[in-house]
């Protein structure tokens, strides 16, 4: 039998504070505070402690991010060692603000658009592991 596979899946929308940039632009920074929220939910269903967050490998940013727009963010578990664990992550944006319609108009896409990807490495030190 396969083993179960361990995810977390966050879904929030981009506010006005959350632009930086003109035209509404989100910062693309704010797509590794989500994968840091997602990475703190896998540690604790897989070790029942928030672990720390080491390092990130490798981090593409693919497609921008607007104020109303909704992201879904995905990650997995894909290595277990003895206190490290590694993970991948995907940011998607699965409803998009419509502002040319008017202020409050918004799509939700058919096929979700794949903004960021990344894979990092997280540590959960032995005397903190609880499962």
């Known amino acids: 039998m396969a083993e179960e596979k361990i995810t ?10 959350d632009a930086h940039y003109g035209g509404e632009l989100v910062d693309g920074a704010h797509m590794v505070h989500l994968f ?12 029942g402690d928030e672990g720390l967050f080491c390092a ?28 490290s664990r590694q993970m991948k992550f995907e940011a998607r944006k699965v409803v998009v603000s419509r502002k040319d ?8 896409l058919e096929e979700p658009i794949v903004v960021c990807r990344a894979t ?3 540590v959960t030190p032995k005397e903190m592991k609880r499962k």
């Open 8 to 17: 977390s899946l966050i879904r929030v929308r981009m506010s006005a504070k």
């Open 36 to 47: 840091g929220d997602v990475a703190t939910e896998l540690l604790i269903k897989l070790d």
């Open 56 to 83: 990130y490998d490798n981090v593409e940013f693919l497609a921008p991010t607007y104020a109303g727009d909704y992201i879904e963010a995905y990650g997995e578990i894909t290595k277990i060692g003895n206190t």
């Open 101 to 108: 319609i008017n202020d409050s108009a918004a799509d939700f």
């Open 120 to 122: 990092g490495t997280c």
